[in-house]
C-alpha cells in the first residue's frame, strides 16, 4: 500500500485521491482534505457528512446550508 500524499487524508482510493478525511478536515470533489472553514468557493465544511458540501444558489460562501456569508456573483 502507498501512503496518502495528502496528510490530511485518513483513507485513500489511491495515492492521489482521498476517500476519508482525517477529523476536522472536509473532503471535496476534488479528492483533497480541507480545513474546517477553507473548502473551496461555492462549498463549506458540512460538520454532518465530514464533506465540502455545496453552498446554496445564491450563496458563495457559507457556514451551513441555512447560513449565508457572501451572496453569489451575478
Do not use: I, W
Request: with cysteine; glycine share 10%; charged share 10%.
Amino acid at each position: 500500500c502507498l501512503p496518502c500524499q495528502d496528510s490530511n487524508c485518513a483513507l485513500c482510493a489511491n495515492a492521489g485521491y482521498c476517500s476519508q478525511c482525517n477529523a476536522n478536515y472536509f473532503l471535496y470533489t476534488d479528492g483533497r482534505c480541507y480545513a474546517n472553514g477553507n473548502c473551496p468557493v461555492a462549498s463549506f465544511s458540512d460538520t454532518s457528512t465530514g464533506l465540502c458540501s455545496p453552498c446554496g444558489g445564491h450563496c458563495n460562501s457559507e457556514s451551513s446550508r441555512f447560513a449565508c456569508f457572501e451572496g453569489a456573483l451575478t
